[in-house]
């Protein structure tokens, strides 16, 4: 918690979305994910952009599940996009980042997020 917010961030110094999740992978579950930065370098950030890679992701990696266990991915959307993912950690709590607060814990039922929510997602290295 409380890693800043960076489009494009993918270190404990600074992380987006993505990076957080793909930095709660790698380290909490030893699980590798791409990256995503080379696909964002040459545009400026925007969620528009960001959303085709969250469905190539889910479709090449993970499988949707009706209710998330600790680690699964939580999907989300932002506007009109499924655009923002968080960690699942138990107890109805998510781990995410979004510009431009700090990574923080929040509640999945909170009234910001509960409706937001589009599926849970589980690795499945198949």
Request: charge should be negative.
């Amino acid at each position: 918690m409380g890693i800043p917010y960076e489009p494009r961030g993918r270190t404990y110094e600074a992380a987006d979305c993505w990076g957080l999740f793909r930095l709660f992978q790698r380290d909490v579950r030893g699980i590798i994910l791409p990256s995503y930065v080379d696909e964002l370098e040459d545009c400026e950030f925007h969620r528009r952009v960001f959303a085709p890679l969250v469905r190539v992701e889910k479709q090449h990696s993970w499988i949707e599940v009706d209710r998330p266990e600790f680690g699964d991915g939580i999907l989300m959307r932002v506007g009109r996009e499924e655009s923002h993912v968080g960690a699942y950690i138990g107890n109805g709590q998510m781990l995410h980042s979004e510009g431009p607060h700090p990574s923080q814990i929040e509640r999945m039922s909170d009234m910001r997020w509960r409706d937001r929510i589009t599926g849970y997602f589980r690795y499945c290295p198949c």
